[in-house]
DNA sequence: TAGATTGTTAATCGATTAACAATC
DNA sequence: TAGATTGTTAATCGATTAACAATC
């Protein structure tokens, strides 16, 4: 049932997850079947808008019927490759590290976190949930040896261009990037920034606005 | 030079933070005037766009001679409210509650954090960076006295909704949600997401489109 | 003044919504 | 079969890019 799949745009790659998160809470409803109408009332989304965005990846429904709700789970799971697992380290294990290590979204998602990371001689020898951190300059061997291909970057701005070109050297492919910068990668690596400062900023421009009026 | 202020999209408002943080940089390197052209370069954005952004707000350029590196970094700031102050407090001082209370953007978005809260009577009555952890039910009391205007949900899901609920009772104006759903509040409560969950999801899809190429 | 670069209008592109024939 | 709802094409809307007159 797959289409041939060109390019996706990353408007709808970005909706994807939300429709896997009320999906699997319907699923645990006990919801078995859902109209494209009904689903779009309760994300907040044209009916038109979720048909159109499912159709980029095939047919998942049924004229007259609606989408089978876990089926259609199932298949985003798989679009979004949630099967497939992930092997990651993460880079700084300062405070903002160590909750993303804690962090429990990982396992849903496919990542398996492997390893920490810092050049901070304190933290290095000790274990957060079972991984431990290590020393920045066993980064690379680790690397190579256990087949991690996610690095997720939680130092300061400073350091942060430096560790992606270490990771990059190392052959990692893809980066999660908690640090505010925008990071100089190959083509071929993947960077997906968390933009905390970013978020925070469009917080106060909101409430300066809404308080302008 | 401020324009009568129409609604501006969000597409706009979400590339300023970035125009600021770019502006923030070149005022830093000592740079002092800046054309659209080569400021494009940098982000990596059409000169035109840039034009385009900046005039919803006002003309901050001079023809000729393109801007002025400091007094646009000011005027963005203004834009985007960061000089003025908001009074918050965090909600959930678990791991991620812990490490965004340490974190160091606060102050340059004109954010101060006054405490934070807990159900967990182990958190309650310590403190964190000279914040103390409090009990939950003191919340309401504390918004109210000390005119807190943002909460910061970094509760677990199953809580966020009833601790969004309290706030606005509260009387809190604006959330920054941690927490992996989308919360219902009433229209002039201002919400500002950061969804962690959809940002590993596309980065699975990412790194799953890629391979499957 | 001549050159450069803006502010702004017009053209293009892409994304969203509407409409409807196909079909379960 | 009749009713419902999809998949898909067409229309609309909004955002981005191009073009250029205004002007420093």
Redo the contacts between chains.
Sequence with gaps: MEKP?TSISMSV??R???Y??YLSELVEKGVTRISSKEFGRIL?FTASQIRQDLNCFGGFGQQGYGYNVKELRDEIAN????N?N?DAIIIGA???G???A??S??R????LLKAMFDINPRLVGISIRDIKIMDIDEMAGFIEEAKI??GIICTPKEGSQGVADRLVKAGI??I?NFS?TDLNVPG?V?V?N???????????????????I
Tied chains: 1, 2.
Excluded at 194 to 212: F, G, W
């Design positions: 799949q790659i970005r994807l997850p939300k896997y998160r907040g679009i979004l490759g949630l497939k992930n300062g405070n903002l160590q909750a993303i804690n962090y979204g990982f849903g998602s496919g990542f291909n996610v492919k893809a999660w505010p071929d993947i997906e968390v933009q905390l400062s970013e978020s925070l900023m469009v917080l106060a421009y909101l409430i300066n606005e809404r308080d302008r």
